[in-house]
């Protein structure tokens, strides 16, 4: 076996006493004695990414939003609602040792300089709250927590419990809806003395991503790189599932060739099987069973064409047809989507119903054409690619385009010696978020069914603005803006383009998405932005800084992706995409509204707000 041990102890850790026997909170002293930005430039230094799934540098995270706090009271978060089908790191690190991820949450809370930490778990995992809160009882007695204030939360099962924004929505009461708006943006409401909606930000990190932290403070950045690759450094923690003779946890090494770890993990298929293809949870497209030398890292993963996410290897033998797996992730995403966005709720019902009874591929591949169509969250694109992949990986092996019955793609209650428990109850959930002998069947939608208060509104409130001015105002006579829409749509049709185009294409797709970029910020930064500052001076500002910077981040991407100077990956496409698509919605939602107010009539001046519009687009 060559697992490593560096986060993931061998047997559970019993008490405080037995970590800080094994040098558990030295790196938290450490942290004490030196300058907040000194632990940030460490963590960037060691180049540690999140381990939820997105693989987002960390110490920039954290550089982020220390910049973005001002003075404001804002929590940490810990990410431990673990909902991916094949999962069970966090669970499998918590209940060997949860005071190395407590440890890692009190050096992010001083580094960025939080008052709070919130470890955000789901209700049912009742294991690891007993274990976190015993934990928290020792380490706050030890002095660790001085000046924080350190809780856990409950959440509810869904899916999207452990999407950051549909998170910090949890924490603050309401429903697992994710919000346009980022954590570091906007946070949770942690004191009731101020207005709800304060503008304060949050910090979100992975129970795993934590737990690499206190070794990193002690033993610098280059130890911390010393295994694993330049781009994916250090060691991550794997789950192995599904055909495989058993299901097992591990730490390995970065690089290490996934056929290794299924191998090891697993304990190989059933004697004359062999894998099909390895499906990375519900998150990335799967690898096929030719490829299992690809090294576990970020950069292999995506030149693969798959996805690292949060490491769940669910293995697929060749006596499974693909086409079941495709409708088995199909119905998880349907169900799990809250349909806040029409296309990514309406299409990915329409993809799992067709693929069940009666494989109309037509409808199939139309659904999957236009599911992500204005969605403010990344599941949309994983119904999109991870389904659109196993569709085409069940045609190169000559599968029919035949009704399936959904392979059973559930999210993990236990691993027991070897065995995972997966919930089945899920296969009892509907669309509605009900379950079947427990509830009736609403009809609706989870956002219509559990929306009592228009999250729209709060969703994209952004700092102190006044959202009565924000409501939409009646067009004009000549709609002013109707060209400024016009390019939003095309930009949209783009995003699809780039994110459907085969590899030989991309970059032409890429190109002239950066084209189109530039014209709208043409218009925006040229012409809407510096009307919205003259005509609403105390709140311009502030209503047009995040389309601002999302646009600018998506111009900047867009640039590097086209001339290759970083890989064209899914997990960059989704944030390019999701850069323009919440610049967009800001736009259409926030910023046209209110100059709409202004300028709603048929006079000398719209008309030529209106004619310089179209010249910017034209570029004349
Ligand atoms: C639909 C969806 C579900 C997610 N579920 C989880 C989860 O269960 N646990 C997790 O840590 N991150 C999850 N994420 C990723 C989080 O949104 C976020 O990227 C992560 O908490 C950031 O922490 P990190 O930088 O340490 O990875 C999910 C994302 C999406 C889009
Ligand atoms: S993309 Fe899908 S899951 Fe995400 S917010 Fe929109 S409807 Fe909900």
Same mark, same amino acid.
């Given at each position: 076996?060559?697992?490593?041990?560096?986060?993931?102890?061998?047997?559970?850790?019993?008490?405080?006493?037995?970590?800080?026997?094994?040098?558990?909170?030295?790196?938290?002293?450490?942290?004490?004695?030196?300058?907040?930005?000194?632990?940030?430039?460490?963590?960037?230094?060691? +180049?540690?990414?999140?381990?939820?799934?997105?693989? #987002?540098?960390?110490?920039?995270?954290?550089?982020? =939003?220390?910049?973005?706090?001002?003075?404001?009271?804002?929590? @940490?978060?810990?990410?431990?609602?673990?909902?991916?089908?094949?999962?069970?790191?966090?669970?499998?690190?918590?209940?060997?040792?949860?005071?190395? *991820?407590?440890?890692?949450?009190?050096?992010?809370?001083?580094?960025?300089?939080?008052? /709070?930490?919130?470890?955000?778990?789901?209700?049912?995992?009742?294991?690891?709250?007993?274990?976190?809160?015993?934990?928290?009882?020792?380490?706050?007695?030890?002095?660790?927590?001085?000046?924080?204030?350190?809780?856990?939360?409950?959440?509810?099962?869904?899916?999207? #419990?452990?999407?950051?924004?549909?998170?910090?929505?949890? =924490?603050?009461?309401?429903?697992? #809806?994710?919000? *346009?708006?980022?954590?570091?943006?906007?946070?949770?409401?942690?004191?009731?003395?101020?207005?709800?909606?304060?503008?304060? *930000?949050?910090?979100?990190?992975? %129970?795993?991503?934590?737990?690499?932290?206190?070794?990193?403070?002690?033993?610098?950045?280059?130890?911390?790189?010393?295994?694993?690759?330049?781009?994916?450094?250090?060691? &991550?923690?794997?789950?192995?599932?599904?055909?495989?003779?058993?299901?097992?946890?591990?730490?390995?090494?970065?690089?290490?060739?996934?056929?290794?770890? &299924?191998?090891?993990?697993?304990?190989?298929?059933?004697?004359?099987?062999?894998?099909?293809?390895?499906?990375?949870? %519900?998150?990335?497209?799967?690898?096929?069973?030719?490829?299992?030398?690809?090294?576990?890292?970020?950069?292999?993963?995506?030149?693969?064409?798959?996805?690292?996410?949060?490491?769940?290897?669910? %293995? =697929?033998?060749?006596?499974?047809?693909?086409?079941?797996?495709?409708?088995?992730?199909?119905? #998880?995403?349907?169900?799990?989507?809250?349909?806040?966005?029409?296309?990514?709720?309406?299409?990915?019902?329409?993809?799992?119903?067709?693929?069940?009874?009666?494989?109309?591929?037509?409808?199939?591949?139309?659904?999957?054409?236009?599911?992500?169509?204005?969605?403010?969250?990344?599941?949309?694109?994983?119904?999109?690619?991870?389904?659109?992949?196993?569709?085409?990986?069940?045609?190169?092996?000559?599968?029919?385009?035949?009704?399936?019955?959904?392979?059973? =793609?559930?999210?993990?209650?236990?691993?027991?010696?070897?065995?995972?428990?997966?919930?089945?109850?899920?296969?009892?959930?509907?669309?509605?978020?009900?379950?079947? +002998?427990?509830?009736?069947?609403?009809?609706?939608? $989870?956002?219509?069914?559990?929306?009592?208060? $228009?999250?729209?509104?709060?969703? %994209?409130?952004?700092?102190?603005?006044?959202?009565?001015?924000?409501?939409?105002?009646?067009?004009?006579?000549?709609?002013?803006?109707? $060209? *400024?829409?016009?390019?939003?749509?095309?930009?949209?049709?783009?995003?699809?383009?780039?994110?459907?185009?085969?590899?030989?294409?991309?970059?032409?797709?890429?190109?002239?998405?950066?084209?189109?970029?530039?014209?709208?910020?043409?218009?925006?930064?040229?012409?809407?932005?510096?009307?919205?500052?003259?005509?609403?001076?105390?709140?311009?500002?502030?209503?047009?800084?995040?389309?601002?910077?999302?646009?600018?981040?998506?111009?900047?991407?867009?640039?590097?992706?086209?001339?290759? /100077?970083?890989?064209?990956?899914?997990?960059?496409?989704?944030?390019?995409?999701?850069?323009?698509?919440?610049?967009?919605?800001?736009?259409?939602?926030?910023?046209?509204?209110?100059?709409?107010?202004? @300028?709603?009539?048929? /006079?000398?001046?719209?008309?030529?707000?209106?004619?310089?519009?179209?010249?910017? &687009? /034209?570029?004349?």
């Amino acid at each position: 076996m060559s697992t490593i041990r560096r986060i993931l102890d061998p047997d559970p850790v019993a008490s405080l006493v037995d970590y800080t026997n094994d040098r558990g909170g030295d790196a938290l002293a450490a942290a004490a004695r030196v300058d907040r930005g000194a632990v940030i430039d460490t963590v960037t230094a060691a +180049g540690l990414r999140g381990r939820g799934g997105a693989g #987002f540098p960390t110490g920039r995270k954290w550089a982020t =939003i220390a910049r973005s706090l001002q003075g404001a009271s804002i929590p @940490v978060v810990v990410n431990a609602a673990e909902g991916e089908p094949g999962t069970f790191k966090d669970r499998t690190l918590l209940r060997r040792n949860p005071y190395r *991820v407590l440890e890692g949450a009190c050096i992010a809370a001083r580094s960025v300089g939080a008052d /709070t930490i919130i470890v955000a778990i789901k209700a049912s995992f009742t294991h690891e709250i007993d274990r976190l809160t015993e934990a928290i009882d020792e380490i706050t007695a030890a002095g660790w927590t001085d000046g924080l204030t350190v809780s856990v939360v409950a959440g509810p099962g869904e899916y999207l #419990f452990g999407e950051e924004t549909a998170m910090l929505e949890v =924490i603050d009461g309401r429903p697992p #809806f994710p919000r *346009v708006v980022a954590p570091y943006r906007r946070g949770v409401a942690t004191d009731p003395d101020r207005p709800r909606h304060d503008g304060t *930000v949050a910090l979100v990190d992975n %129970v795993e991503t934590l737990a690499n932290v206190p070794g990193i403070v002690l033993d610098g950045a280059e130890w911390f790189r010393s295994v694993g690759t330049v781009d994916s450094p250090g060691t &991550i923690v794997c789950t192995v599932t599904g055909s495989t003779e058993r299901a097992g946890v591990g730490e390995y090494e970065m690089g290490t060739p996934i056929g290794q770890v &299924i191998s090891e993990l697993g304990g190989g298929l059933q004697a004359g099987a062999h894998v099909a293809a390895v499906l990375g949870g %519900v998150s990335s497209p799967p690898l096929d069973g030719t490829a299992l030398e690809t090294p576990i890292s970020y950069e292999a993963m995506a030149l693969a064409g798959s996805g690292l996410g949060s490491a769940s290897f669910i %293995v =697929i033998d060749d006596t499974t047809s693909i086409r079941s797996v495709a409708a088995g992730v199909a119905r #998880f995403l349907s169900v799990e989507s809250c349909g806040q966005c029409v296309p990514c709720k309406r299409d990915a019902l329409a993809i799992a119903e067709a693929m069940r009874t009666n494989g109309d591929r037509t409808a199939i591949d139309d659904a999957l054409s236009t599911v992500t169509r204005g969605a403010r969250c990344a599941l949309a694109g994983q119904t999109e690619r991870v389904v659109g992949a196993l569709v085409r990986l069940a045609d190169s092996l000559g599968e029919p385009d035949d009704p399936v019955e959904p392979y059973p =793609i559930l999210p993990m209650v236990d691993l027991i010696e070897g065995q995972a428990v997966l919930d089945t109850s899920h296969l009892d959930k509907r669309a509605d978020w009900t379950r079947v +002998g427990e509830e009736p069947d609403s009809d609706e939608w $989870p956002v219509e069914r559990l929306a009592n208060q $228009p999250t729209e509104a709060t969703a %994209v409130h952004v700092a102190e603005v006044d959202l009565r001015r924000a409501e939409p105002a009646e067009l004009p006579d000549i709609d002013v803006f109707a $060209p *400024v829409r016009e390019l939003h749509a095309t930009l949209e049709r783009q995003v699809a383009r780039v994110r459907t185009a085969p590899s030989d294409r991309v970059h032409a797709e890429l190109a002239e998405l950066r084209e189109q970029i530039e014209r709208h910020r043409r218009v925006s930064e040229r012409l809407l932005y510096p009307l919205l500052e003259r005509l609403e001076p105390e709140i311009g500002d502030d209503v047009s800084w995040y389309p601002e910077h999302r646009e600018a981040h998506a111009a900047r991407l867009a640039e590097r992706l086209d001339l290759g /100077t970083m890989p064209v990956t899914t997990h960059l496409l989704d944030e390019l995409c999701a850069d323009i698509h919440v610049s967009i919605i800001e736009l259409d939602q926030r910023v046209l509204p209110l100059l709409a107010a202004h @300028v709603a009539g048929d /006079t000398g001046e719209e008309r030529l707000i209106a004619g310089d519009i179209v010249d910017e &687009i /034209t570029d004349r």
